[in-house]
């Protein structure tokens, strides 16, 4: 792996060293040349009229003059520049290290030989500089005039503006002026400072702010917009993407701060915007040392490991060092592609996958029993919620009782943390997906609130008759004490997550449409998969015992407006080229998703983004008892399953899903 470095460095190393040696080289011609010009043009023009002891006194003094300046122009950094980008800073070092040539010139001549005229020194100077400047600055001066007069004729370039004409901006320009390879030309600036508007950078004009950006791009005729305000906020970058997105022109953003200090703000950075620019909020940052120490050398088990939450799960744990990582999935393909990648990115894990139900609390036991996993994530569950309101039973089955299956297991083996992955709609839940979700934090807090009490024996284990008649089963001894602290997380929609709008909407745009929206004014709070994923492990290092955990993921998004910015994105116009069709809401479905119940409050951490909901007080006893009967009646099929949950559930309103409202739009 590290052989191929080594060759490309050498030859970056040789290309310097060339260019360096041409340019000193050419220095050194200019530096005898100019103040032979400067006696030459003092004397008319005539060699023959200079006189003896001037000609003497140039050619004694100056190849020692050239030598010593050209060590003067190295201590200035002036065989050190990317000529090819050369700017500002460089011209500054340029006449600096000349200007302070020219004076040793002067001072040291008349002292070791003889005075020279007055225009010698003054002339001499001035050509020196002009003849140290042409060389380096040419590059930039013929592609100046390539892409302002010979680019003028390409039909086929694209005609760019930049949004932001600070120092992000004119790199990007800057870029696009000396690359070989970029044949698109900036045609005007954007900026929001009005003290830059009527001005010019390079040529190129800035034109008025954000308000501007539509009428020039129909005045220029612009086919690509370049974003390139890295120090922006999310909601001002928002803002000026959405403005952006009405243009029709393609969309390209600088992604952050980093490339600007590190002086990388080239074309080739800039990336396609995605449907998370237009969030308006700056993403969940993480403490990951915390995350570091609480994870590092602890056995993690991930269940529902191949799922899209359960799959990030595994890659931000493998990357803490832990000791072992445990995949648990029911998907055999889901787990050997995640265990794939695992393998190949982190070889010195000790990854072990396995398949089997949360469902199978012979399974459970079998590998608790054998692994002794301190931390588990809980993430396997079915959540697709009109395919659960056809299959309640199921939902019951996967969701409810295999959380309770799982975290009894994890109990009785002396686990530390159990984390388990919630919604938010488990909050004043309409359908059995929201409703079995609400049960298995009802499940949570039932083991922590006996834990804490001291009355972990009280919890009864939660066995299919199958299960407890089987002669193989081996019920372990309760851990003495008992210490699993149990939280849950709750979190809204994951974009890009299996089974979300935004796979379904690209996949509908690429069809050619039309894109399907259940109602026009359905909204619903989006968040990351890295950013549900930091959330889930900050719980783990955060939690007491108890807790639900809620994400402030800042103002809710209109599914509506969504399909319209994807279309837009997509390069098409919505409602022309594709079109967008109501359904009506799905049977469980609400037009808008809370985070927290009405009696819930919230309590700070130490992320300002993150909270704590307090939880509804029920009788815990009374909804042990009632959990076997809620797993017999699932197992049985009960197609009165949902009334047993509203009875154990009392936030659960079940309402059939209204007529559409509106036709083919």
Not at 179 to 206: L, Q
Not at 458 to 471: G, M, Q, V
Not at 548 to 575: E, Y
Not at 611 to 632: A, K, N, R, S, W
């Amino acid at each position: 792996m590290n052989e191929n470095p080594k060759p490309k460095s050498k030859r970056t190393l040789e290309h310097w060293q060339i260019m360096a040696i041409c340019l000193i080289i050419c220095d050194f011609i200019t530096l005898h040349f100019s103040y032979f010009f400067a006696l030459w043009i003092r004397f008319d023009c005539r060699y023959s009229d200079i006189p003896a002891e001037y000609l003497n006194s140039y050619f004694h003094f100056i190849t020692a003059y050239a030598v010593g300046a050209i060590l003067l122009f190295s201590l200035f950094r002036m065989y050190r520049a990317m000529w090819r980008f050369a700017s500002y800073g460089e011209l500054v070092k340029t006449f600096l290290g000349s200007v302070t040539a020219s004076v040793l010139h002067a001072v040291l001549i008349p002292v070791v030989l003889h005075r020279m005229p007055l225009s010698y020194y003054i002339w001499g100077a001035l050509f020196q500089l002009i003849f140290l400047i042409l060389p380096r600055f040419a590059y930039r001066l013929l592609l100046f005039f390539r892409n302002n007069f010979f680019r003028r004729s390409d039909e086929t370039a694209g005609r760019v503006m930049i949004v932001g004409a600070g120092s992000a901006g004119q790199m990007l320009l800057r870029d696009m002026s000396v690359s070989k390879e970029i044949t698109d030309r900036a045609v005007c600036f954007i900026d929001d400072n009005p003290n830059k508007w009527g001005r010019f950078i390079e040529g190129v004009p800035i034109v008025g702010g954000r308000d501007d950006i539509l009428a020039n791009v129909e005045k220029y005729h612009i086919t690509k917009i370049f974003v390139a305000v890295p120090s922006a906020s999310a909601e001002e970058k928002r803002e000026i993407l959405t403005i952006c997105n009405e243009s029709g022109c393609e969309l390209k953003l600088l992604p952050g701060m980093f490339q600007l200090v590190l002086g990388q703000v080239t074309v080739s950075d800039m990336k396609n915007v995605s449907v998370e620019d237009l969030l308006g909020r700056e993403p969940i940052k993480a403490d990951l040392h915390e995350v570091f120490e609480f994870i590092n050398g602890k056995v993690v088990m991930v269940t529902g490991g191949g799922g899209s939450i359960g799959s990030e799960l595994c890659r931000q744990v493998a990357a803490h060092h832990p000791k072992q990582l445990i995949i648990f999935d029911i998907y055999e393909n889901n787990a050997y592609a995640i265990q794939l990648e695992l393998r190949h990115n982190f070889p010195e894990l000790d990854l072990v996958t396995l398949i089997g139900s949360v469902r199978d609390s012979r399974r459970l036991y079998e590998v608790f029993g054998e692994y002794r996993p301190q931390i588990v994530y809980h993430a396997a569950a079915h959540k697709h919620v009109p395919l659960m309101e056809d299959s309640p039973c199921e939902a019951i089955k996967n969701n409810a009782i295999g959380t309770y299956k799982t975290a009894y297991a994890a109990m009785m083996h002396g686990c530390e943390r159990f984390v388990l992955i919630s919604t938010d709609k488990a909050v004043n839940p309409t359908n059995i997906m929201g409703a079995s979700k609400r049960l298995c934090e009802m499940v949570i807090q039932s083991f922590d609130s006996k834990i804490k009490a001291g009355k972990a024996d009280e919890i009864p284990p939660l066995f299919t008759h199958e299960e407890r008649d089987a002669a193989e089963w081996n019920d372990p001894a309760v851990p003495d004490p008992i210490r699993t602290d149990f939280v849950a997380v709750r979190f809204g929609n994951v974009l890009g997550s299996n089974g979300s709008v935004i796979p379904i909407f690209k996949k509908q745009i690429e069809e050619g449409g039309p894109v399907t929206v259940t109602h026009p004014d359905v909204i619903r709070y989006f968040m990351t998969i890295k950013e549900a994923v930091s959330l889930v492990m900050l719980a783990g290092t955060y939690a007491h015992g108890g807790e639900i955990f809620v994400l402030d993921m800042g103002d809710p998004v209109k599914i509506d407006t969504l399909a319209r910015n994807m279309i837009k994105l997509s390069g098409f116009k919505p409602d022309v080229d594709i079109k967008i069709v109501y359904t009506g809401l799905r049977p469980g479905e609400k037009l808008y998703e809370e985070k927290l119940m009405a009696e819930e409050g919230l309590k700070k951490t130490d992320n300002d983004l993150i909270h704590i909901g307090c939880p509804i007080p029920f009788d815990t006893d009374e909804f042990l008892q009632q959990v076997e009967g809620l797993m017999i009646a699932a197992y049985n099929n009960d197609k009165d399953i949902r009334s047993l949950v509203r009875r154990m559930v009392n936030t659960y309103h079940p309402v059939a899903a209204p007529q559409s409202t509106a036709a083919a739009h």
